[in-house]
């Protein structure tokens, strides 16, 4: 299975449940997991009346919408499945500076400088 967090970070706020809570379970059919960002369910009323969250999900970079990274990352530490970075433009910064950003909130260490 492929578990894209950013979307699972909108169903957990549409069942009023945390992310962890509604990923552990799958983790062990899990091959590939999809990181993006974004706003959750929006149950604050920021969303305008009447459009489905799942429209509002905006593929931002990781650290840049609501997602709890921190609870992430405890969960990912020693999955062996690849992370696909899934950002959309025009909220994607350069390559460099999204992989940087996404290794540093999931508590993974710096790769040393190319030669």
């Keep these: 299975m ?3 967090l950013g979307h699972a970070h909108i169903v ?3 069942k009023h449940t945390r992310l962890d809570h ?3 379970p799958a983790l062990d059919t899990t091959v590939l997991f999809h990181l993006h960002d974004n706003l959750g369910a929006r149950w604050d009323r920021s969303a305008p009346a009447g459009l489905d969250p799942l429209r ?3 593929h931002l970079p990781p650290g840049r919408g609501t997602l709890p990274w921190d609870r992430m990352a405890r969960l990912l ?3 062996p499945a690849p992370l696909l970075l899934e950002v959309h433009p025009p909220h994607r910064p350069q390559a460099d500076v999204l992989f940087a950003t996404t290794r540093k909130l999931l508590g993974r260490a710096p790769l040393p400088a190319a030669a």
């Design 56 to 58: 509002l999900d905006l």
């Design 22 to 24: 509604l990923v552990e």
């Design 2 to 4: 492929c578990l894209d």
């Design 12 to 14: 957990a706020g549409l």
């Design 77 to 79: 530490e020693n999955h």
